[in-house]
């Protein structure tokens, strides 16, 4: 089974498999398996082809790099060894240019305009909006998060994973070597918002992570952690 064939219909599983695929926030292997299945499911290639056409235009906004020959050096030496051999030339959907900016670009606009329906882009300073894609390999819970410092709230997006019987989703935020710090109990629902309380707002910046544990019904009962984490992700300027 395929990682978009194991998610249910009903909850638009390969509509938010292929998007994630085009937004390149999946695991390698999990790109690797779908990468695949494009070769082999007219169906699911098209809708991958679909997403690539709503959301290529947002590459307008960001201008060609050529990158020095010690980059590609750097993560030859990185990824593979000194003695890494040349790899071939990649395609469209393997080239690194396409995904530089698709990715960050149409991740935030999709929070937008999904995740976060009734933020409307305004002037504002870069850094107060913050993208995150809350996710693990050991689970399937996937959630796109948001933050918007004016309104002081976090819009997050359910994409799969369900919570177990009797117990909630909380959202941790760890700054640093820090403890977590609970922003509250995640409501169930699609499309959600959490109020960032006064407190904690100082905690949330680029580089910061989001966390999503299982706690009982209305949360920890300790203020730290007490279930496993399900799924996490760093927060990243928009």
């Known amino acids: 089974m395929t990682p978009g064939e194991d998610r249910a219909p009903d909850a638009g599983g390969d509509d938010h498999v292929a998007a994630e695929y085009v937004l390149g926030v999946l695991p390698a292997n999990e790109r690797e398996a779908l990468a695949r299945r494009i070769a082999t ?41 000194r003695g890494a051999h040349v790899m071939p030339k990649p395609g469209l959907l393997q080239s690194l240019a396409f995904w530089r900016g698709l990715a960050v670009a149409s991740l935030a606009a999709l929070l937008i305009a999904v995740a ?12 107060t909006r913050l993208i995150a894609s809350l996710a693990s390999d050991r689970t399937d819970v996937r959630y796109l998060a948001a933050y918007d410092a004016r309104s002081s709230e976090i819009g997050l997006s359910h994409l799969a994973g369900d919570r177990t019987a009797g117990h909630d989703f909380e959202l941790w935020i760890i700054k640093g070597n820090d ?15 959490l109020a960032v309380a006064a407190g904690h707002r100082g905690l949330i910046d680029s580089g910061a992570l989001f966390a999503i544990s299982i706690e009982p019904r209305g949360g920890s009962p300790t203020g730290k952690p007490t279930g496993p984490v399900v799924a996490s992700g760093d927060l990243r300027a928009m």
Not at 49 to 67: H, I, M, T
Not at 116 to 127: A, L, Y
Not at 183 to 191: C, D, K, N
């Open 41 to 81: 499911d007219p169906g699911f290639a098209r809708l991958v082809e679909a997403w690539e056409a709503r959301l290529s235009s947002l590459n307008a906004n960001y201008d060609e790099v050529e990158p020095p020959a010690s980059v590609k050096q750097a993560l030859d030496g990185r990824l593979f060894g």
């Open 179 to 193: 403890p977590p710090v609970s922003l509250g109990v995640i409501p169930a629902g699609s499309h959600v918002h």
């Open 116 to 127: 976060v329906p009734q933020f409307r882009p305004t002037m504002t300073t870069p850094d």
